[in-house]
């Protein structure tokens, strides 16, 4: 066999153990599911809403009930009008760090609202960071 051969049959081999290492490596990477867990554990134990200069303002507290301390949660909101019809959505993030395990953090959502028609809203969490 020539040398252009062998290097070219090492050079296959070798491409061939880092692509199975790197499925490897992805396969036992945490995915959607460890990072859905945080977030489901999280949960919103107070908010209220009022416009305030044609901005509605959201402010609340989340709890976190993960075994583990949390650094950065994501919320979002959306404001409906009388007729149940989508005024703005917002997001934000809790203005504590780290939420430790069984801690509260709050949190504010601002909303566009300049004709003051939004009248409810659903605030949620919508992510979460360890």
């Not at 044609?54 to 959306?78: K, M, R, Y």
């Not at 149940?84 to 069984?102: E, M, Q, R, Y």
């Amino acid at each position: 066999m020539d040398n252009n051969v062998k290097y070219l049959t090492l050079s296959i081999i070798g491409l061939i153990v880092i692509v199975a290492g790197y499925v490897l490596l992805i396969q036992s990477a945490p995915q959607g599911p460890v990072a859905q867990s945080y977030v489901s554990n999280l949960t919103i134990i107070n908010s209220n809403g009022s416009n305030i200069n044609g901005v509605f303002v959201i402010n609340g507290v989340v709890q976190n009930n993960n075994p583990f301390n949390i650094t950065v949660i994501n919320l979002n909101a959306s404001g409906y009008n009388s007729t149940g019809k989508l005024v703005d959505t917002g997001d934000g993030f809790t203005t504590t760090t780290p939420i430790v395990a069984g801690g509260t953090g709050n949190f504010t959502i601002s909303l566009y609202d300049p004709q003051m028609q939004v009248k409810t809203y659903v605030a949620q969490v919508e992510d979460a960071s360890k």
